[in-house]
């Protein structure tokens, strides 16, 4: 089943309340606690140079380009005004001269990532996390650096940052000082990762641990928010957002999920505002959609159709290819736990070669085979139309794939997630 790529992060309120800002050094308005190294002046013969000649003290404004500590401190300083550049030269100089220690990687890694100079920063968590892979709170900004900020987003990406949030929990909670505030952090990153890999009904019980942890935390309520939409609790998931919008007006992603929910009531122009307002304040995140008539999208997918192997189509030959604007709820709740709403495209029945009457007791319960494609979902799933076009002929191959019994491990690994 294909699955649209909404965001699902929130970026909800300020401070403790904000969504996980990924790799923020230690002491910054990240929340992250500072990790533990031997660090202090260190004295060399000359000045730190890379591979290349490059003299990285020239980057960074401290008086002894001699002393890590001081360099470490200006990072911090110049990571939270937002000085990314010069955090960046001053990450170098304290990696030249103390290669060992995991604060001087962490502040890399943030000032990389801020950077969005995506690859250096997956290599220098992957280092910080190598010399400490113990630590809560390098285990913590990794994987928010992995769930919430690097780019292109990929189903392997997430799940190394859920490995790392579920690893960093393990260790705060076994500390003797169990510190509340960053539990809540690594077990809200568990659940926004399981949220990204369709796993709700495992990320709502990590997203209400997040709440007993930390109460007033307006980026749980999104999250909750979410995996309570993708179960179908529209309700309470309207519920959820609705707290998220009081205290964060300025939430596009709540006012999105909001759109979501009251298009599916019926509520067209209430639907609209919500959808625009998102648009107005995340433009990147939520572009306009790529709606076509109801006869034009017809037209290409039936344009679609025709492009399928003669074999192909012929198995099709009995088998209806519709276009429904949104699921309906009686499909999405056919499986436990249901599709998420944001379905491309349905495939109803056994697979071929599969007779009913051999599955006992299935014969009445199973529905008649039949591929649905979702018009509204498929629009917001795009940015243009060679997107769209590309997008309907990929969700149809994937719901032929489960027509033919291909299950959706391994319809990925044909590349028609």
């Not at 699902?8 to 800002?21: I, L, N, R, Y």
């Not at 220098?124 to 892979?133: E, G, H, I, R």
């Not at 391994?410 to 997630?417: D, F, K, P, T, Y």
Request: aromatic share 6%; net charge negative; proline share 7%.
């Amino acid at each position: 089943m294909a699955v649209a790529g909404c965001k699902s992060k929130s970026t909800a309120g300020s401070g403790d309340d904000a969504a996980p800002v990924a790799a923020g050094p230690a002491g910054t308005a990240s929340g992250m606690e500072p990790t533990p190294v031997g660090r202090g002046a260190v004295e060399t013969e000359t000045m730190p140079r890379d591979d290349h000649g490059h003299d990285h003290a020239a980057d960074c404004p401290i008086d002894d380009p001699r002393n890590a500590d001081a360099a470490l401190d200006e990072a911090a300083h110049r990571y939270d005004r937002g000085q990314f550049e010069v955090a960046l030269g001053c990450t170098e100089l304290a990696v030249d001269l103390i290669p060992q220690a995991v604060e001087a990687h962490h502040l890399h890694a943030a000032a990389l990532a801020a950077l969005e100079r995506y690859p250096e920063a997956q290599t220098a968590f992957t280092m910080a996390v190598a010399l400490d892979p113990d630590d809560p709170e390098t285990l913590a900004a990794a994987a928010d650096f992995y769930v919430n900020v690097s780019a292109p987003k990929s189903r392997d990406l997430t799940m190394l940052g859920l490995e790392y949030a579920r690893r960093g929990s393990d260790k705060a909670s076994t500390r003797r000082r169990r510190d509340r505030e960053l539990r809540a952090r690594l077990s809200l990153l568990e659940a926004q990762a399981l949220n990204d890999l369709g796993r709700s009904d495992e990320a709502l019980p990590r997203v209400d641990d997040t709440l007993r942890l930390a109460p007033s935390s307006i980026a749980a309520r999104y999250e909750r928010g979410v995996s309570k939409f993708n179960l179908c609790r529209f309700d309470a998931a309207y519920t959820e957002f609705a707290t998220v919008l009081a205290a964060a007006p300025d939430d596009p992603y709540a006012h999105f999920h909001i759109g979501l929910i009251f298009e599916r009531n019926g509520r067209g122009p209430d639907a609209e505002a919500h959808f625009e307002r998102a648009r107005k304040l995340a433009p990147d995140d939520f572009p306009a959609p790529v709606l076509l008539t109801e006869a034009a999208f017809r037209a290409e997918l039936d344009e679609a159709v025709a492009e399928l192997p003669d074999d192909v189509r012929a198995m099709l030959g009995e088998v209806p290819v519709t276009v429904r604007d949104l699921p309906e709820l009686d499909d999405l709740a056919a499986v436990d736990p249901p599709f998420a709403p944001t379905i491309l495209g349905l495939y109803r029945g056994l697979p071929i070669g599969v007779d009913a009457a051999a599955k006992a007791g299935a014969a009445a319960d199973v529905p008649p085979r039949a591929i649905v494609l979702y018009r509204l979902n498929l629009a917001r799933a795009v940015r243009t139309r060679d997107e769209l076009d590309q997008q309907i002929r990929k969700t149809l191959l994937h719901e032929i794939g489960h027509l033919k019994g291909l299950d959706e491990g391994q319809l990925r690994r044909r590349g028609l997630e």
